[in-house]
């Protein structure tokens, strides 16, 4: 598996580093492992007086400064990794350095929300998201998990999106550990339907308990069939959640209580690169500190 860990020298992104050192059955799989700093570019006219060799060795001081222990840390954990110094816009060269690299996974500390308004993860990011298809772990605010083994849900709803979280857990299995505890989550809707009037004036439900019932049970076989088909294909087990109401809100509180991870499938960019996550996992981001892997399909 082909990781790269973006690095600030902040506690967030030393999460990332905890994660890792924390994968024991990705450990002995020896990952390739990717440690990037992205330094702020220095001005043109104070780069030009300073001259190229100057200039570089600034970025380079800098960024040793953050990949050097870095880099020692995960030795301890038994982890090998390369290291590499960049400068420019942070989510451009992140992003630009993951298609290079063809990284499996990207694995980003992040705090909450950052202070520009309507972004769910800060602005770094945010912009790697906005640029790059590659999967993307985002550990926020809450400690990575610890312990090799994780309790790993997938959101599904039958759609490719869904299912390609589906195809990453599977073809990636060592990063969740050999004793990882999968689980298939779908929130069925809750069918509340208007009522009608009898001849009586007395208000009867559209559809009986029953005919709700048989729905619901129609609506998750068809969500979970295909990702189900998938695991037997794979000869791997998953428990199958069923929910029921607001997919974001109840897949977010299914994962605050229960899930160590969580897997969400989404599509790409939206116009002028903003990030479009789609609003089930828009909902999941917004109300859930669980550390949330986005996959495209």
Excluded: W
Excluded at 72 to 82: P, R, V
Excluded at 217 to 225: G, K
């Amino acid at each position: 598996m082909k990781i790269l860990v973006p690095l600030d020298g902040s506690e967030y992104s030393r999460r990332a580093l905890a994660f890792l050192a924390s994968r024991s059955t990705l450990i002995g799989a020896q990952p390739e492992v990717h440690l990037l700093n992205v330094q702020p570019a220095i001005a043109r006219h104070a780069a030009a007086q300073l001259g190229r060799e100057v200039t570089r060795r600034i970025y380079q001081s800098e960024a040793d400064a953050v990949l050097g222990p870095a880099r020692k840390a995960l030795l301890k954990a038994g982890i090998e990794a390369e290291t590499r110094a960049d400068h420019g816009h942070a989510a451009e060269r992140i992003a630009l350095v993951a298609d290079e690299l063809k990284a499996d996974i990207i694995v980003l500390g992040a705090h909450g929300y950052s202070e520009i308004k309507g972004l769910l993860f800060g602005s770094v990011t945010h912009g790697v998201l906005a640029r790059s298809r590659r999967p993307v772990l985002v550990l926020r605010a809450t400690r990575a998990p610890r312990g090799d083994s994780l309790k790993t849900g997938i959101a599904i709803d039958g759609s490719k999106f869904g299912l390609a979280a589906v195809k990453f857990a599977l073809r990636h299995r060592d990063l969740f550990g050999a004793g990882a505890a999968l689980s298939l989550i779908h929130v069925v809707p809750d069918f509340v339907m208007p009522v009608i009037a009898d001849i009586g004036g007395v208000a009867v439900p559209t559809y009986t308990e029953q005919e709700v019932g048989r729905l619901q049970d129609a609506d998750f076989e068809r969500a979970v069939a295909p990702a189900r088909r998938l695991m037997e294909k794979a000869k791997a087990t998953a428990a199958e959640v069923r929910l029921e109401g607001m997919p974001g809100e109840q897949i977010a509180a299914y994962a605050k209580k229960n899930l160590d991870v969580l897997l969400v499938g989404s599509h790409g960019y939206g116009g002028f690169k903003t990030v479009v996550l789609g609003s089930v996992a828009t909902r999941i981001a917004a109300r859930c500190d669980t550390p949330l892997l986005i996959v495209r399909a």
